[in-house]
């Protein structure tokens, strides 16, 4: 914790959070990182697992650091669905729970009576502190896993001071939200939190605090374009737009540039269990990148890439690490296409191929080429099982006017041949009333 409040002690002045107008500077984050620490540490021993049930504020920040210094494992969580909560509360094991009301903490007791896991006895008795966070769990019960934290946070360490404004777009209890606030905090930049993620909240915001630094999924930058909240606020501060979490069309990421020609594009990449790894891309409108980060070895099997890094998981506390290799390396589920000076390109996930009569099919690959289609604003492809060939391929669409979906199924089918293999073309059209998307803004297939 020692360099963390040094690095804020020298920037105290410094503008570190806007949230809800209100304007909060590095020193106001280092004595409210004292006020919580003095809260917790009378209360909460040392090696207990604790929930925080709040997204961003400056009271979950620093809340979240005071526990990194009391040696605390840290469930962070966003949900308000309370069986959601319950439930993470439970699998994780937390001691306790810290609720913000107020600005004030209410810190309540759950009384577990089970042993802690393996994973976290070992950070206790190491003297560390840890990161448990879940995944989005689209394919089932969700994975709990766990970080070292001393590990995670020393690994922003070195990095060099930037006079940036930076929205937190990724939340409280993801990789990406994690990562992109220790960065700020390590770089000592403005980090501005949106109220909501609307489009149109978003891009007022940017407007509103010369934001420079934007981090979104493919998904949100398309609502973006679909709201036409671009067109309402002056978005040239925007220096570079990341995006992640999912494949990116290169068809939307040119449509993207066209509306931003003086942006750089970046695409980043991580996943729950390695962190997020420093990545550069080919060029702004390529889909294209390779990794940059000494952390961070990689490799391709089959395909499919493979990960193992300095700040990967220590292990799942609900799952098999059955996705891990026994030398460390972490089957990432994604495939890959590789093109030569170490660079490649995401083209989908194992787990969504579609399977037409032997024949395989990759979403990305079709979405990209729908996007092409003037009155397709946006869409989602997933196989569907059928008698005959195992399995077809399915379009939701939503369109850009009112539609008969018997003759736009033709003229779609027309517009794929000769982009696509017949076999990939699109059998069956779904019209979608709106986009539809997770809570994390990605794609959700069905």
């Known amino acids: 914790m020692n360099w963390i409040i040094e690095n804020l002690t020298n920037i105290d002045k410094n503008q570190f959070l806007v949230f809800s107008d209100t304007v909060y500077t590095y020193q106001d984050l280092r004595e409210e990182i004292n006020k919580c620490f003095f809260n917790i540490s009378s209360k909460i021993e040392a090696g207990k697992t604790v929930a925080i049930l709040s997204d961003y504020s400056i009271e979950s920040i620093a809340l979240f650091f005071a526990l990194f210094e009391n040696k605390n494992i840290i469930v962070p969580i966003t949900s308000k669905i309370q069986s959601d909560i319950d439930h993470k509360i439970k699998t994780s094991l937390s001691n306790f729970y810290i609720e913000i009301d107020n600005q004030e903490l209410i810190i309540t007791s759950t009384e577990f009576l089970e042993m802690p896991y393996s994973l976290v006895e070992t950070l206790v008795n190491q003297g560390k502190s840890g990161l448990i966070l879940f995944s989005s769990g689209s394919t089932g019960q969700p994975k709990a896993m766990i970080h070292d934290l001393d590990i995670l946070i020393n690994s922003f360490r070195y990095k060099n001071r930037k006079k940036l404004n930076f929205l937190v777009f990724l939340m409280f209890d993801h990789i990406g939200g994690i990562n992109t ?36 999924s493919p998904t949100f930058l398309n609502l973006i374009l679909l709201s036409g909240a671009h067109l309402q606020f002056d978005l040239s501060s925007l220096r570079m737009i990341t995006y992640g979490t999912e494949p990116m069309p290169v068809s939307l990421l040119n449509r993207l540039k066209d509306v931003f020609p003086k942006v750089k594009f970046l ?84 787990s969504e191929i579609i399977n037409v009569g032997g024949e395989k099919v990759l979403p990305s690959e079709v979405e990209s080429v729908l996007f092409q289609f003037e009155k397709i604003q946006d869409c989602i492809v997933f196989g569907e099982s059928n008698p005959i060939t195992g399995q077809i391929v399915v379009a939701k669409i939503l369109f850009s006017e009112d539609i008969s979906i018997k003759e736009i199924k033709r003229e779609i089918q027309n517009f794929c041949r000769g982009k696509i293999e017949g076999f990939k073309i699109p059998v069956k059209i779904i019209q979608m009333k709106n986009s539809e998307f997770s809570e994390r803004f990605k794609k959700k297939r069905s």
């Open 181 to 216: 606030l220790l960065n700020c905090i390590s770089m000592g930049v403005t980090t501005i939190l949106p109220s909501n993620r609307d489009p149109l909240d978003v891009c007022r915001i940017i407007s509103k605090f010369e934001i420079n630094v934007l981090p979104a």
């Open 267 to 350: 695409q980043t990449f991580g996943t729950s269990e390695t962190g997020i790894s420093q990545m550069t891309s080919k060029s702004s409108n390529s889909t294209l990148m390779r990794f940059e980060d000494e952390n961070t070895e990689t490799k391709v099997v089959n395909g499919e890439l493979y990960i193992r890094s300095k700040t990967q998981i220590l292990g799942y506390l609900n799952f098999s690490m059955d996705r891990f290799t026994d030398d460390g390396w972490f089957r990432t589920g994604d495939l890959v296409e590789e093109a030569g000076d170490r660079f490649f390109r995401i083209i989908g996930r194992n």
